[in-house]
């Protein structure tokens, strides 16, 4: 968790990156900002800055070869250890991101990098150093007062509740390659890669939340892939699979497989194919799958829309199940040639 409620702006500067794929230029500012008794603004510029961060998903740096040939990183830690230029560091920072941005859809903005003090991240107080980016703009009306009379007027700007693309990175665990959140709310795909891969070169931090979130989508793709209606189970067991399965690490602190296997697999046939499936998964997305962890609620949190609980019947009924599949029944009515379902309950509300 992030609080950013006594954090202060030490430093920033913001350039403009063209969009590379239309020959765009680069555009820099002559020296950094100067926020100095500006309360207004600076208080917009945090709120801006780090709510979109709400996630506990942290990166690293990371480099194949060597870390230190990880741009990014080293301009991160020299600024952290004082022997940095900021300024210099900006200019680097956002022509090495320009240098990233060939991909046709992205586009030109502004570059911010700004230096913070006294942020806490999961408890720790530390400076962190931010570094964004703006692209889209909007149209807002302008009310001004002209002779006497009320104007409208339009005025394209920011808006200061969608950051575009983001990082923070938090002068703790430096061995590490740093503790470090990102976000990018405008490419998908393959073009959103360059934001992490290309430019700031991150990897997940394997801490809990990793764990809990990939063991979570594993166990989708396992309904999802394996225990499917191709393999003749019931759409009704699916859900009742990917309910007791979000039950578990709803209710459980700690993650430990073999119960998890026992409480919601049950049966050895269904174990085993879970089993094959999940060295398969670890083997093709090159992802570690601990047998043991303490749970991330913050990650069961983040994982709920994702584990359907809904059986859609033709286009005329979708029925929601949480649970209790023995008050669910399946059948098929020969005279209509229909199949059916009979749901048993106690209460109507």
């Not at 009310?143 to 700007?157: A, M």
């Not at 026992?262 to 049966?267: F, L």
């Not at 085993?272 to 083997?283: I, V, W």
């Given at each position: 968790m992030i609080d950013f409620s006594k954090a202060t702006i030490d430093n920033m500067v913001v350039h403009q990156i063209g969009a590379r794929a239309e020959a765009e230029p680069l555009r820099f500012s002559k020296s950094t900002m100067n926020l100095q008794g500006d309360e207004m603004v600076t208080d917009v510029l945090l709120n801006y800055f780090f709510k979109p961060f709400k996630e506990d998903s942290y990166y690293n740096f990371w480099h194949k070869e060597d870390i230190e040939k990880n741009l990014v990183y080293v301009n991160v830690s020299n600024l952290f250890s004082g022997e940095g230029d900021f300024y210099q560091s900006s200019i680097q920072l956002a022509e090495w991101l320009y240098e990233n941005s060939n991909h046709p859809k992205i586009k030109g903005g502004e570059f911010y990098m700004a230096m913070f003090n006294n942020v806490v991240v999961d408890g720790e107080l530390v400076n962190a150093l931010g570094?964004?980016?703006?692209?889209?703009?909007?149209?807002?009306?302008?009310?001004?007062?002209?002779?006497?009379?009320?104007?409208?007027?339009?005025?394209?700007?920011?808006?200061?509740?969608?950051?575009?693309?983001?990082?923070?990175?938090?002068?703790?665990?430096?061995?590490?390659?740093?503790?470090?959140?990102?976000?990018?709310?405008?490419?998908?795909?393959?073009?959103?890669?360059?934001?992490?891969?290309?430019?700031?070169?991150?990897?997940?931090?394997?801490?809990?939340?990793?764990?809990?979130?990939?063991y979570m989508e594993m166990c989708r793709g396992f309904v999802d892939n394996v225990y499917n209606k191709d393999n003749e189970?019931?759409?009704?067991?699916?859900?009742?699979?990917?309910?007791?399965?979000?039950?578990?690490?709803?209710?459980?602190?700690?993650?430990?497989?073999?119960?998890?296997?026992?409480?919601?697999?049950?049966?050895?046939?269904?174990?085993?194919?879970?089993?094959?499936?999940?060295?398969?998964?670890?083997?093709?997305?090159?992802?570690?799958?601990?047998?043991?962890?303490?749970?991330?609620?913050?990650?069961?949190?983040?994982?709920?829309?994702?584990?359907?609980?809904?059986?859609?019947?033709?286009?005329?009924f979708h029925v929601y199940i949480h649970g209790r599949r023995d008050y669910v029944e399946r059948g098929y009515d020969q005279q209509r040639g229909l199949n059916y379902y009979t749901l048993y309950y106690e209460i109507e509300s």
């Open positions: 570094i964004f980016k703006s692209e889209n703009k909007e149209t807002f009306l302008k009310v001004y007062l002209k002779e006497q009379n009320f104007e409208l007027g339009t005025q394209e700007g920011i808006n200061i509740k969608k950051l575009d693309k983001g990082c923070l990175i938090f002068n703790t665990e430096q061995e590490e390659g740093y503790k470090i959140c990102s976000v990018d709310n405008i490419n998908k795909g393959n073009e959103a890669r360059f934001w992490v891969d290309d430019f700031l070169g991150l990897q997940p931090r394997e801490d809990n939340y990793y764990f809990t979130r990939n189970v019931p759409r009704a067991d699916q859900i009742d699979m990917l309910n007791r399965s979000m039950d578990f690490f709803n209710n459980k602190d700690n993650f430990n497989e073999a119960n998890f296997e026992h409480e919601v697999m049950g049966q050895p046939e269904i174990i085993d194919a879970f089993k094959d499936y999940k060295e398969n998964y670890q083997l093709e997305n090159s992802i570690p799958l601990k047998e043991e962890f303490d749970i991330s609620k913050s990650a069961v949190k983040g994982q709920k829309g994702t584990f359907k609980s809904i059986l859609k019947l033709d286009k005329n």
